[in-house]
């Protein structure tokens, strides 16, 4: 036996090694592809990118035709540079360290010498390619935006990195990607295919016809069209609202978790983003540390919610039995809660319960409230966790899920929070009032806090908010389709709805009715803390609303957050009551909250931070005009020929 095996061990290896051979060199080329490629040259055909539209189907996003100039460095024979530079309107330094950084990817192969050419900058290099040995065009194309705005949810296409080329294999020196928003959500969708073709060359590295006769060869297939839930008028009347102020506005459907609008502000005209100048826009945006208008404030930018909070807070009341809608607590203009300690509330004073308390925004109601939440428990910090799984089930302090590549988590405190800030003492309720009226560790984003206003429209739930609405072909994720239950009992957000319709009725917000329409809301108040020469300073505080309407079978929440914008019902409340109406009625009859907020810049408070930049001038100068024309502009169309 010993003897046989190892000779027949031999004979079967030599056996599959024979086969393996066989099955390489005769039945499959496809690593003769890589071994001929000296003599092969590759040519990708670039697919369209797809279609995006609104969840009314009106078109946003399409393609135009661009050009590269293409490189292999050691093809170039003969060249002169100076005409060659004088064409495409290079400088000779230019053209040198573009050369050096294709032969550092590589000698043979060919690299992007100069990216997105219009077809006027095209035609004249076309006429003389012929002189150019070592050069040739590769058309692609690119965004062409419909629309001047909605640039942080569009995203932006750009070309790929030597990183991101040895991670994936599918792209290579000078393809486009996707970044931000939904082109790199979806840019496996909106890319399509690249179709490819090879040639086979002679000795002279001259084509002399398709390889295999074509056996190998691809064709492009088209970007998939997508539909996104952003409803583009009410998208471009928000971006309007918020010139010369700072903040994030979101807009969601309570039923579905679509996003109507996402808005951030200052923003940017995507096109901008697009030919030979985007990389200076780009750059120029990107150094703009002051206005930061590549920041997307709507789902980056955490602040304390503040009173808009105490939704949260009387809920949880509700539900650990705590209180009842009757229970009254006495605000003497404020709340003592230790001595030397007291809490200012500007709701007048006097006996307050659940309904008072929201449309009053009393504080000392709700602080009350909260230290009856924490007391009930002997243990503060199993009390803490308690209050604070309540919390989450609305989807706060958490990454949230939605369909876009950034986000916050917020922050929502739990034991584990106070155990670092207190680990040498206990605490008590008192020690962490703050977050019963939306201070304290309490942080959320804008998205967070509509998301929120949805859960208590719907009565106690929410969908994943989510920014796609239909890919042609496709069923949108069903993460966006399953629906979360909060912790909270259904029969505990009809008073608090109560008290939030009243809100609008005999509240905070009484000033900002619309007729015909039943808002619920909710103000709110910040306080805004920075560091200007090196000295903590207390600055203007930020304006907060959310809301959701009508009160009965609600079609949109919202929540609306204004950097340096004073009282919530200053600046956001205004934006909040104009936002709703145009959406269910796409007009707008409250013209007098319209034309005071149109006008209203806070540019002044801005440039306390440390003046302004040239974005901000810009949209400055046009304030006036936009108002004196009526014609509303939802930002600066910035040149690209020009400097930001």
Not at 164 to 188: A, F, H, M, R, T
Not at 491 to 517: H, Q, R
Not at 547 to 575: H, R
Request: proline letters at 4%; hydrophobic letters at 35%.
């Amino acid at each position: 036996m010993r003897k046989v095996l190892l000779p027949t061990l031999i004979i079967i290896a030599a056996s599959l090694l024979v086969l393996r051979l066989f099955y390489l060199q005769v039945i499959d080329d496809s690593f003769k592809l890589k071994s001929d490629n000296n003599a092969i040259k590759i040519k990708y055909d670039y697919p369209e990118r797809g279609y995006i539209y609104d969840r009314n189907g009106k078109l946003l996003v399409a393609n135009q035709p661009s050009y590269d100039i293409m490189v292999i460095p050691r093809d170039i024979k003969n060249l002169d540079t100076l005409e060659f530079c004088q064409l495409l309107d290079v400088t000779k330094e230019d053209f040198l360290k573009k050369i050096a950084k294709a032969k550092v990817y590589s000698p043979r192969l060919p690299s992007v010498f100069l990216a997105q050419l219009n077809k006027s900058e095209f035609a004249a290099f076309q006429e003389k390619i012929r002189k150019f040995d070592g050069f040739y065009f590769q058309k692609r194309s690119l965004r062409d935006y419909q629309v001047n705005f909605g640039a942080n949810v569009f995203g932006f296409i750009t070309q790929v990195n030597d990183k991101l080329i040895e991670k994936n294999p599918y792209y290579n020196s000078g393809d486009l990607i996707g970044k931000q928003g939904v082109e790199q959500s979806y840019e496996e969708i909106l890319r399509g295919i690249k179709g490819v073709k090879y040639f086979q060359k002679d000795k002279y590295n001259r084509e002399i016809g398709s390889f295999k006769e074509g056996k190998y060869d691809t064709i492009a297939v088209q970007g998939e069209d997508i539909n996104l839930t952003i409803d583009a008028e009410l998208q471009k009347y928000g971006e309007e609202l918020m010139i010369n102020k700072r903040g994030g506005i979101v807009a969601i459907e309570p039923k579905t978790g679509e996003i109507l609008a996402l808005i951030t502000a200052p923003s940017y005209d995507p096109g901008i983003l697009v030919g030979r100048q985007r990389s200076k826009n780009y750059t120029l945006l990107y150094r703009d540390s002051i206005a930061k208008p590549l920041y997307d404030r709507g789902l980056l930018a955490e602040y304390s919610p503040g009173s808009p909070f105490k939704i949260m807070t009387g809920l949880v009341g509700l539900q650990e039995g705590v209180v009842n809608e009757h229970t009254t607590f006495m605000c003497n203009h404020g709340f003592a809660y230790a001595p030397g300690r007291f809490q200012r509330c500007h709701c007048g004073g006097g006996v307050r319960d659940l309904h008072v308390g929201i449309y009053k925004s009393c504080n000392a109601y709700f602080s009350n409230v909260y230290l009856r939440t924490i007391g009930k428990y002997a243990s503060a910090p199993y009390a803490v966790d308690v209050w604070s799984d309540h919390i989450k089930s609305f989807g706060l302090g958490q990454f949230m899920g939605y369909d876009l590549p950034t986000g916050k988590k917020g922050k929502i405190p739990t034991s584990k929070t106070y155990k670092k800030m207190y680990p040498d003492w206990s605490y008590s309720g008192k020690t962490i009032i703050s977050n019963a009226i939306g201070q304290g560790e309490v942080l959320m984003t804008p998205i967070q806090l509509a998301n929120m206003m949805a859960a208590v429209a719907n009565e106690g739930y929410y969908y994943t908010p989510h920014i796609i609405k239909k890919i042609k072909g496709e069923k949108i994720d069903t993460r966006f389709t399953t629906k979360h239950v909060t912790t909270i009992d259904k029969k505990y957000f009809k008073p608090m709805i109560s008290g939030l319709f009243d809100v609008y009725n005999m509240g905070t917000a009484a000033g900002l009715k619309v007729e015909g329409i039943d808002i619920c809301g909710k103000t709110g108040t910040a306080e805004n803390f920075a560091k200007i020469n090196g000295k903590r300073t207390q600055l203007q505080d930020h304006s907060i609303f959310v809301a959701f309407a009508p009160k009965d079978n609600p079609k949109i929440a919202i929540a609306i957050m204004i950097e340096n914008g004073g009282f919530g019902s200053t600046i956001a409340g205004p934006i909040a009551s104009l936002m709703i109406e145009k959406y269910l009625r796409n007009k707008i009859t409250r013209t007098d909250l319209e034309t005071r907020i149109l006008a209203k810049s806070l540019q002044g408070e801005y440039a306390k931070l440390g003046g302004l930049s040239e974005t901000v001038k810009l949209q400055m100068r046009k304030q006036d005009s936009i108002l004196k024309s009526k014609i509303i502009v939802p930002k600066i169309k910035i040149d690209t020929t020009k400097q930001l």
